[in-house]
């Protein structure tokens, strides 16, 4: 048999990657909305929040839940009311809060990142903007740290965990400073240092604390 061919897949069939093209393109526009949330204490049992948040949001229709281990992923049909749910806030269930964030449905995370090896001088927004767009998204910086310039900086930043990232890296300022930096990567799961990839739970939802 003829092995099947499109004018989106670009790429050779024997190759283990296959590009999709504008298909590709296509199949990522679905129309819909996302959110991540986690609850502030022990999760609850599913069927009762997901039988509930509804109400709680005042959504007739148009709301998904899913379960993603210790938080939920939410899928909108409607953008007012995913952005009614993200910005309307505090939202409780059962007297615990709600917290809830931004997510694209593919692979975006928040995080704080520590960033260790950079020389006192270099201690500084300047420096750390420089940093955290090489690995990411820029958010903010730990302000309490930078005021003292502490050895250990930190960078809060949206990642995407569908590309490697590193722990280690060489920054050339200029020909006489080229510190080595180390990049740590807090309260996330999934994340395997030896490759530099995030694993699949990690990829499904986002962290918070």
Known sequence: MAPITTGALATPADS????????????????????????????????????TISSIWRIKSG??????????????????NRNRALHEGPWFYRNTMLLVGEYDGVGLVEIWVAVKGLPVALRNKNALNLIGYVVGQVIKFDQSALRRREEEQRIRLVLDTRRR?????????????????????????????????????????????
């Open 63 to 80: 709301l998904s839940v899913h379960d993603a281990g210790d938080r939920f992923m939410f899928q909108f049909n409607h953008e007012a």
């Open 165 to 209: 990232v590193r722990t280690w890296m060489l920054f050339e300022f200029s020909s006489l400073v080229q510190p080595e930096i180390n990049l740590i990567y807090e309260k996330v799961k999934g994340f395997c240092r030896d490759c530099g990839f995030f694993e699949h739970d990690a990829r499904d939802a986002m962290d918070f604390w």
């Open 16 to 51: 283990a990657k296959v590009s999709l093209g504008a298909a590709g393109t296509a199949a990522l526009q679905d129309n819909r909305w996302y959110m991540v949330g986690r609850l502030l204490g022990p999760k609850s049992r599913f069927p009762g929040f997901k039988g």
